[in-house]
């Protein structure tokens, strides 16, 4: 199992890969992926904001029924608690992100810089 983060999810639906490095376009291939549903709530005030055309129902939708990804079901209150120690992101998105990830023990695909310097399973 891989996790998107919310760029990653934004590019998959657009149909680009670009930036990916080979490690990660590979793993892409060969795992499963999902979603945390902080990205369908990123996804959200992203478009609330104006930066996305189509709100997240539309693009998870997308995700799920064209690329197979779908949203993870993880239970809230486990991530949560898994976040709160990640004080080296004040981005709340980004914590839920990496939390839900290291909760499944899975790589996650970014290219944020400080999630990549930060989460050993990081893949860009």
Same mark, same amino acid.
């Given at each position: 199992?891989?996790?998107? /983060?919310?760029?990653? !999810?934004?590019?998959?639906?657009?149909?680009?890969?670009?930036? @990916?490095?080979?490690?990660?376009?590979?793993?892409? /291939?060969?795992?499963?992926?999902?979603?945390?549903?902080?990205?369908?709530?990123?996804?959200?005030?992203?478009?609330?904001?104006?930066?996305?055309?189509?709100?997240?129902?539309?693009?998870? +939708?997308?995700?799920?029924?064209?690329? !197979?990804?779908?949203?993870?079901?993880?239970?809230?209150? /486990? %991530?949560?608690? +898994?976040?709160?120690?990640?004080?080296?992101?004040?981005?709340?998105? /980004? +914590?839920? %992100?990496?939390?839900?990830?290291? @909760?499944?023990?899975?790589?996650?695909?970014?290219?944020?810089?400080?999630?990549?310097?930060?989460?050993?399973?990081? @893949?860009?």
């Amino acid at each position: 199992m891989l996790m998107l /983060d919310t760029h990653i !999810a934004v590019a998959m639906y657009q149909g680009k890969t670009a930036g @990916l490095s080979r490690k990660a376009l590979a793993a892409i /291939d060969r795992e499963p992926l999902s979603i945390s549903p902080a990205v369908l709530l990123e996804l959200e005030l992203l478009h609330e904001i104006g930066r996305l055309k189509l709100g997240a129902a539309a693009i998870a +939708r997308y995700l799920a029924d064209e690329l !197979a990804i779908p949203c993870a079901s993880e239970r809230f209150v /486990d %991530i949560a608690f +898994r976040a709160l120690p990640l004080a080296y992101t004040r981005d709340p998105f /980004d +914590r839920l %992100i990496v939390a839900h990830a290291g @909760l499944l023990r899975a790589p996650l695909i970014t290219l944020d810089q400080n999630l990549r310097q930060n989460y050993a399973l990081a @893949l860009g």
